[in-house]
């Protein structure tokens, strides 16, 4: 009997994957209950005791072990059920334990049932469900088909583990480029970051640890190959591979691609916004079908984009300029300020040109005027004969400007 029960315990660790420490304690409590409806005492203290290499079985109640003999039918059946439902729960953990450890990678199975738009997928020792918001718009399955899909998530159910899927969410191109580029499943190329609109268009940042590796080149491989690996299980979706920069004007700068950029500028560093400036025949490029490019661009840096061309940015500077020149301008008052005594500006018709005129030719002061003739004044450019009038006047007076006249 104890190695019958033995051969059964290996039989079921061997096509369960139940360990045997976790059987025994399942038949430990199913026969502990047993013991206590025997006893019709759910309150007295019973305990089991299974020797693992024996298979003998002791049970005790109150320091005395209970004759086997004891048992009866009714017993026996409800040991036989607590085993089967401990068996069947601990089987359920065995697959939980088994796709929560493979969470964020890809599984494969046979599509098998629709239910509501879902598909319902045989992944062997369980089944997932890939949601209609989790299918990409290029998908198309029937019953029979094997499928390859992300695994989102795994709870715990009463049914036994919910294993939710996922053909659009970005870990999916991440797990692809695992498979398919041996640099990215060793660690060498990094792929620092997805971004993707499922079903048109995902653009991936890579990084290499190695410098001798080229990071794009190793994704992409020869005549594309590896790219086109993933990009055949996306039902022929784009995928850009661009060059991972801790500078981020170069980051944004590849992000971008295929548009040509000519210069990118970081106007918060806090808010992380760069404004990035392109020629005309650049500009629908670099924005993209319905803005996708730059949408997509942003989300793989993680920075807000502005897009302006070369002629908007010209016209906004014009625009700036000429209501610049429209704002009213406030005018300082005026205050006059009296010559200095000496100055040539104290005398009488002598305005600034003239003052510079007569300082070019080396009269400075009023002196220096009083010491000169009408004909060196004369002779002055930028004098006058009624200027010279005026300042003679000013300088000796009207009856000596009239004796120098008359002479």
């Known amino acids: 009997m104890n190695a019958e029960f033995l051969a059964v315990l290996d039989s079921i660790e061997r096509e369960k994957g139940i360990s045997r420490r976790v059987l025994l304690e399942s038949v430990e409590a199913a026969l502990m209950s047993a013991a206590k409806k025997v006893l019709h005492d759910k309150e007295k203290d019973v305990a089991v005791k299974i020797d693992p290499l024996t298979g003998k079985i002791g049970i005790f109640s109150d320091g005395k072990e209970i004759i086997s003999k004891e048992f009866g039918r009714i017993a026996a059946q409800t040991a036989k059920q607590v085993i089967f439902q401990k068996i069947r729960e601990a089987e359920r953990d065995v697959v939980f334990n088994e796709f929560y450890g493979k969470m964020d990678s890809i599984g494969s199975g046979t599509v098998y049932r629709f239910e509501k738009g879902a598909l319902l997928v045989d992944l062997g020792k369980t089944e997932g469900m890939l949601p209609k918001r989790e299918m990409s718009p ?9 499928i390859h899909a992300y695994i989102l998530e795994v709870n715990k159910t009463a049914k036994g583990p919910q294993v939710i899927l996922s053909r659009t969410h970005p870990g999916f191109v991440r797990a692809l480029f695992e498979l398919e580029v041996p640099e990215v499943a060793e660690g060498t190329v990094e792929i620092k970051s997805v971004a993707r609109e499922a079903g048109d268009r995902t653009k991936i940042a890579v990084w290499s640890r190695n410098e001798k590796v080229d990071c794009v080149g190793a994704c992409v491989g020869i005549r594309g190959a590896r790219v086109k690996g993933a990009v055949k299980e996306l039902q022929g979706e784009k ?3 661009v060059r991972w920069s801790e500078n981020i004007e170069e980051f944004v700068q590849a992000a971008l691609s295929p548009a040509e950029i000519a210069s990118v500028k970081i106007l918060d560093g806090e808010e992380r916004k760069v404004e ?5 025949d650049q500009l629908s490029l670099a924005i993209g079908k ?12 993680g920075w807000s ?5 070369k002629k908007d940015l010209v016209k906004e500077k014009l625009e700036a300029s000429m209501v610049a020149d429209e704002a009213p301008v406030e005018v ?12 040539l500006e104290s005398i009488e018709g002598i305005g600034p040109k003239t003052a510079e005129a007569l300082k070019a030719a080396g009269y400075n002061t009023v002196d220096d005027l009083k ?9 002055i450019k930028g004098v006058g004969r009624k ?18 006249t008359a002479s």
Request: aromatic content about 2%; overall charge negative.
């Open 305 to 309: 984009i502005d897009i302006r061309s």
């Open 276 to 280: 990035v400036i392109v020629a005309d």
């Open 239 to 241: 995928i850009d591979i």
């Open 138 to 146: 290029r998908d198309s399955y029937h019953q029979g088909d094997t």
């Open 387 to 404: 200027t010279m009038d005026k300042i003679m006047a000013a300088l000796n007076g009207p009856e000596e400007q009239n004796d120098r």
């Open 332 to 343: 300082a008052p005026s205050v006059e300020v009296e010559p200095s005594a000496g100055s």
């Open 290 to 301: 319905n803005g996708q490019n730059v949408r997509l661009a942003s989300k793989l840096c």
């Open 371 to 379: 010491k000169a003739s009408k004909e060196e004044l004369a002779s």
